[in-house]
């Protein structure tokens, strides 16, 4: 009998038919990135904006457009319009020398919307009012695109694994397909954020299903390195955005435009292959046998019918669950400082990405830098850990995060560039830490327990997430409230990974037991059988381990 680890091996483990599969999954990954920060780009604080106030504009008092300014708005003590303020009305039968000797001028929050600067183009933000009592809209929708991502891990995970990773990853093109062109004419605000929540769905699912097909079809030798290369399809997405939305200044074109690209993917219907793995867990022998000899005669490899027609079922191998995580002394101990760790992960990640424009330079021009900064950072995320080890790789990315945020707080607002810096060695922290701690944590979890670890850990990563654009609206109160939280909580994480066993160049786990055995390292004469090491979700290369999927 022949697994299909050992046939994967026979056909090529990362040819040309990988290789064909890694470009097909990225485009979708660069698109994901649009429907992750577009909305930064149409709520720009840029836009001046004052109480539209109808009786200055009757044409019987003829008063100027200054005139007009000046009897309806008071001043703050910069001496600049109050943008949330106007003064009360005039009783009826005032006469025009009472009206402009500012003789009325109690002042009232606006009560008929906004006027803003003619001949510019149109934003979410002016559209639908999100300025003064309705500012926070801005960062609550954000709140609810992440949690739709939550949602969308609990839907799509499942999904995946019952109905395919082909047929969902094309309900996943389609649903970005009709949701985002749908976004881009919605007549209210309230419709809008219904459909930021249901495109997070799809997009956490992509997330899911594209990791599994491509952890199924590419050998260990080459999964770490083919799931980072995938991965940094979001990161030249940010870099592409940042040029659209320089173009594209009208949000609902702007929409359009960063969602018309999926209908060219149309083509996948045919070219996307099924996991042969997948089909195999399911019983579909016949139709894994033909993808199996299509991709051997992509890879230009020579498939023995003789080997191919021993192939035989996948077995799923044992499961604990998540009590098992509390149960255990040292699992509990990793388990809530990992929930920690991905908590702050995110907090990092998207506090930093959703304030982009907050630092001084030109937001396009920092978008561009943030997403080009994210390729290296992952990359070189794996090399830090062959250097300094899983756990002081992993505390370094989070305190090196954390000290950035504390130290921008101290840079002066006329001084821009240093700012700016600073986010970006915070943003490559913070994208490297995440790398870190997927490959991390997949090596620490025993192996019976490692789905149900990462899937429980991630939905901490996902609360990170929802609370990220919230924690904003402290500003409000303090402007140095938000970056103290982003830099105060990883640095205390980073430090709580002290606790955590190191894994460089430790056997993995496979059982509760066997974490009670202490570390055993990795042998180099004797190399494991592939099926071994895809059951327990690792790679041959020293050290590094990939997760295949996660419902979370």
Request: charged letters at 15%; hydrophobic letters at 45%; proline letters at 6%.
């Amino acid at each position: 009998m022949v697994q299909f680890s050992q046939v994967l091996a026979e056909i090529g483990d990362f040819g040309r038919f990988q290789i064909q599969l890694l470009l097909l999954l990225w485009v979708p990954n660069l698109i994901s990135a649009f429907y992750t920060f577009s909305q930064v780009f149409m709520v720009l604080e840029e836009e001046i904006h004052y109480c539209s106030v109808a009786w200055v504009k009757n044409h019987t008092l003829n008063l100027t457009a200054a005139q007009q300014l000046s009897l309806s708005v008071p001043l703050d003590a910069a001496g600049n319009p109050e943008p949330c303020l106007m003064f009360r009305p005039p009783p009826d039968g005032a006469s025009l020398e009472d009206i402009l000797s500012h003789r009325f001028n109690e002042t009232q929050p606006c009560e008929a919307g906004w006027d803003y600067p003619e001949h510019r183009p149109l934003s979410l933000k002016r559209e639908f009012n999100l300025v003064c009592d309705r500012k926070h809209l801005k960062e609550t929708s954000q709140s609810v695109y992440m949690a739709g991502l939550l949602v969308g891990a609990f839907i799509f995970g499942p999904l995946c694994d019952r109905i395919g990773r082909k047929i969902s990853t094309l309900i996943q093109l389609l649903l970005f397909a009709l949701i985002g062109l749908s976004t881009a004419f919605v007549p209210s605000f309230d419709l809008y954020l219904v459909l930021r929540f249901a495109i997070a769905t799809a997009t956490a699912g992509y997330a899911i299903t594209n990791a599994s097909l491509l952890a199924e079809w590419v050998g260990p030798s080459r999964r770490t390195q083919a799931m980072v290369l995938c991965h940094c399809g979001f990161s030249v997405g940010q870099m592409v955005l940042a040029g659209l939305a320089y173009g594209i200044r009208n949000w609902r074109l702007f929409q359009i435009a960063s969602t018309a690209p999926v209908l060219l993917l149309f083509f996948y219907f045919w070219v996307l292959p099924e996991s042969a793995r997948w089909l195999l867990t399911q019983g579909r022998v016949e139709e894994a046998k033909r993808l199996i000899q299509k991709a051997a005669s992509v890879n230009r490899r020579k498939l023995s019918p003789e080997l191919l027609s021993q192939l035989v079922l996948e077995k799923t191998g044992p499961s604990g669950n998540a009590l098992d995580l509390f149960r255990h002394p040292q699992l509990r101990k990793m388990t809530l400082i990992l929930f920690s760790v991905w908590f702050v992960d995110s907090l990092g990640y998207y506090g930093l990405s959703l304030q982009v424009g907050d630092f001084g330079l030109d937001i396009y021009l920092t978008q561009l830098i943030f997403g080009a900064v994210e390729v290296p950072a992952r990359y070189c995320s794996t090399f830090m850990m062959e250097w300094f080890g899983r756990r002081w790789s992993q505390m370094g990315t989070l305190v090196m995060g954390g000290l950035v945020c504390i130290t921008i707080i101290f840079i002066p607002a006329d001084l821009p560039i240093v700012g700016t810096v600073l986010a970006i060695f915070g943003k490559f922290a913070t994208a490297a830490g995440f790398t870190i701690s997927y490959i991390y944590t997949a090596e620490l979890y025993p192996t019976i327990i490692r789905q149900t670890g990462m899937g429980l850990v991630a939905i901490f990563s996902r609360i990170g997430g929802i609370l990220t654009p919230l924690v904003m609206l402290l500003a409000d109160f303090h402007k140095a409230l938000p970056m103290v939280i982003y830099g105060s909580l990883p640095i205390g994480a980073g430090l709580l990974c002290l606790l955590l066993p190191e894994t460089r160049g430790q056997a993995m786990k496979d059982t509760i037991q066997d974490l009670e055995q202490g570390p055993h390292p990795r042998t180099l004469e004797v190399e494991p059988p592939e099926n071994e090491a895809e059951a327990s979700g690792r790679t041959s290369s020293p050290g590094v381990a990939v997760v295949s999927s996660t419902y979370f």
